[in-house]
């Protein structure tokens, strides 16, 4: 295919045009799984397209859309494309500060929301989003005073009627790849969002890419989409999908997705880290309470499948062994994914080497990535065989990788964005003379071509000891423990790193049970010396391999979560050390001035000792 061809708009019409009755889109109602055909689809995209025309959506007038997965957030994406205007995510759990400055900034004349925290959020800026002219409801049954802005979707798809079916086809006809097909605003950990400006070349050259690299994926294939489309990595993966012609399974609640991998039984899945790092404690955690014999069992099975990892061929015996140890303990795990799992795309973060090595050994296909917002996502990923499990992987086809200064990872290609919207200077900043993209990371690339992340160069810090410390490293190896939901290590300009601990209340709670400790509430559960100490030897038991310098040497526990509401986290999970440092200035200071107050308590003993002398 030429690059036109894979116009993701064409993609889709080629599909519904190829395939109509094959199923496209699958989301749950009442409690069953629901299908939509390639033909149905189409049709719903069609009358959508139809409708913004009818409001006078012109080409590349920005849509926003304010909501989690389902078919319609598709249905409005895709539909928005057809007319060559622009589609604006909105993070579903973004404050309405937060989506009013996108708003503005974009220039978003009509608004789709899912749920009712998105509408309600909505209202209480909706009179100072000047350019906003629709909000439309996406679901049945949302509550709202009379608004002369708002309108149901059933009413919206009815103005389509009207519309100028001609002018509807001549927007079909001239579309190229030189316009923008979204504007996705980072999150970012400092400063206000920045409008990530991606056109439909980018978003071609992605699809070229994947499918130079031969990735077997086929309308036999169903991917489940819990990750947001306000993000560019599900955004994309599911993009894929449609061109490949692949089922997608819509998934809201991501506190479902372990009986959704049951039902939809996905063959394919986008995750972070964090996903894969519960399931390896809950996994190591049954195994830790199940009797010798089955404790026994399950090591000698992990193991067999770590030996048929490492070896290119397999002896008799060790296939014989394998078949057996897959029948008694490895199937048994695989399914806890649905059984059915051939790839697991797993990007955002940088995951453990001996998680992922856990998973491969159990026959679990995980593939990390690594990618941005401003590479439309996929920059490398590890190969389907031989990989380097702790490198992110070999670079795609099409795509130029090189390290500059500071040994900061450089990127050149068509899948590299256009800008930042309105942000001349800070786009020019973030390309080099020869137009690759600074990505702020810090790597090498090995003899193999295999790419590695060894920093982030603007997150280093920098004890008063003049040590440079890689948060993010540090937080890897602590922050996988089943005891441990979040952590924001500290460390710039003090004289040791320290570390703000949010438990997994979860598990905590049962070992308070099992330890007979009582408590009120969650503050007075993380204040009991026994838990205390209890964290104490887990962090040190973590942290054994890091070099001392990095280890975290005081802590304090937090009874509360870092929030995305409350501006701690942002809505793609990255601390923003910022406000935490602010927030928990207090805490903070309490770790290091205790440490200050000890050595000074030390010292005046030490002096004491002197003078007896």
Known sequence: MNLLDLHIVNRVRQQAESHPTRCALRFKENNTWQDISWAKFQQKLDQLSLALLNQGIGIQDKVGIF???????????IATLQLRA???PIYATNTPKQAEYILNNADVEILFVGDQPQLDAILTVAENCTALTKIVLMKEGL???????IIEWQDFIALGENADQQEFEQRLATKNLDDLFTLIYTSGTTGEPKGVMLTHSNLAHQFQSHDLALLPIDYHDVSLAFLPFSHVYERAWSAYMLHKGAVICYLEDTNEVRSALAETKPTLMCAVPRLYEKMYAAIWDKVDKASPSRKKLFNWAISIGEQSLQKDQHSL????????????????????LGGRVRMLPCGGAKLEPTIAEFFHSIGINLITGYGMTETTATVSC??????????????MPNV????????????????????????????????????????????????????YITDRLKELMKTSNGKYIAPQYIEGKIGKDKFIEQIAVVADAKKYVSALVVPSFDALEELAEQLNIKYQNRLELIKNSEIVHFFENRI????????????????????????????????TLKLRRKVILERYKHHIEEMYNEYIGHKKEEKETSEKEQDKK
């Open 400 to 451: 130029e990788v090189k390290i500059g200064e500071d040994n900061e990872i450089l990127v050149r290609g068509g899948i590299v964005m256009k800008g930042y919207y309105k942000k001349p200077q800070e786009t020019a900043e973030t390309f080099t003379e020869d137009g690759f993209l600074k990505t702020g990371d810090a790597g090498e690339i090995d003899e193999y071509g295999n790419l």
């Open 67 to 77: 909501a989690h997965n389902m078919p319609n957030w598709t249905i409005v994406d």
């Open 143 to 149: 509550q709202y005073a009379e608004n002369d802005l």
């Open 540 to 571: 040190n038991e973590l942290q054994k391999e890091l070099a001392h310098f990095e280890q975290v040497k005081k802590f304090t526990l937090l009874s509360e979560e870092f929030s995305a509401k409350m501006e701690e986290i942002t809505p």
């Open 86 to 88: 622009i589609t604006v």
């Open 317 to 336: 015996w060790l296939k014989a062994r394998y078949k057996l140890a897959d029948k008694l303990v490895l199937s048994k795990l695989r399914a806890l």
């Open 382 to 395: 590890w190969e389907q065989k031989g990989f380097k499990s702790n490198s992110i992987g070999k670079v």
